[in-house]
């Protein structure tokens, strides 16, 4: 009975890992052929080869130089960094105070942040432009990073308020007998043992607002503010799409994301768990 109950759970591990195994390859398929074809020619770009015969740069030359690809970067960055900031402070203050401090009406106040985390923006995107519109700024930083900030803070304060609760009480006790006021708490003791949250936070909302399109092409038109997304997005033509410098520009903006969650991956792994488990 034991030997049929192992060989039956090691089936089913080698069933789980091919079909991981085939989930990852079916995913990791269009990156990789994203980067070969931002290294083919244009002779090659229409080919089904998964290896370009000669790699070349001129791609790259092409999203960088002639299209102003890093115009876009600048302005996707400004955005990204400043949303990115104000979501982690706004939502470590609120996180702590809804998972740490005594309030009233905790409950209704995290289904309301839960019901706006799921809100699509296109249902006020309407309403957002005529705003945006009438206090002048459309065609501006601030009319991302704004919108961006209130859309990605909701989520950033789920998850930093569940990643408090497993902060032990002890140590909040403790700094509070020797004097230590909420604000002071909060900087000195739980700030510093709630930074997986705070990555897996601040992560997420960069890529959230990297990555954004819909409002980033209704609130500017003016191409000095355009961000990647738009940008990629206007680089076709009415009679011509140029694949390989779209190839090339999106290999390019994958490439920050690539690296914050290879570096921050186990802080991501760690905030997201106790996200999970702790309400």
């Excluded at 980067?35 to 791609?59: D, M, R, W």
């Excluded at 900087?187 to 607002?209: D, H, N």
């Excluded at 500017?220 to 738009?230: L, W």
Aim: hydrophobic letters at 50%.
């Amino acid at each position: 009975m034991r030997q049929r109950k192992r060989q039956g759970w090691h089936r089913y591990v080698n069933v789980v890992s091919v079909g991981a195994t085939l989930t990852v390859l079916f995913v990791l398929l269009p990156l990789y052929w994203m980067i070969s074809s931002s290294l083919k020619g244009p002779s090659e770009i229409g080919t089904t080869n998964l290896v370009p015969h000669q790699a070349s740069g001129i791609n790259y030359t092409s999203a960088f130089v002639h299209s102003g690809f890093g115009h876009y970067i600048v302005n996707s960055a400004i955005v990204s960094v400043c949303a990115t900031a104000l979501v982690l402070a706004l939502g470590t203050m609120a996180g702590y105070a809804l998972g740490r401090l005594p309030m009233r009406a905790k409950l209704p106040t995290m289904v309301v942040l839960l019901m706006i985390s799921v809100f699509p923006a296109i249902a006020v995107i309407v309403p957002l432009f005529l705003l945006m519109k009438s206090i002048g700024w459309l065609n501006s930083y601030q009319g991302l990073i704004v919108p961006y900030t209130a859309f990605n803070l909701p989520f950033a304060v789920w998850i930093l308020r569940n990643y408090m609760l497993g902060i032990p009480k002890e140590m909040e006790e403790t700094a509070r007998i020797d004097g230590a006021g909420p604000l002071t708490t909060l900087w000195k003791i739980i700030i510093p043992q709630a930074r997986p949250g705070l990555f897996t936070a601040g992560i997420f909302t960069f890529t959230a607002c990297w990555t954004e399109f819909l409002m980033a092409i209704s609130f500017n038109s003016d191409n000095a503010f355009r961000t990647i997304p738009v940008g990629i997005a206007l680089f076709g033509s009415q009679f011509t799409i140029p694949y390989g410098t779209i190839f090339a520009a999106s290999t390019a903006a994958a490439v920050p994301i690539a690296v914050l969650v290879l570096v921050f991956r186990r802080s991501v792994v760690s905030g997201l768990t106790a996200g999970a488990v702790k309400g």
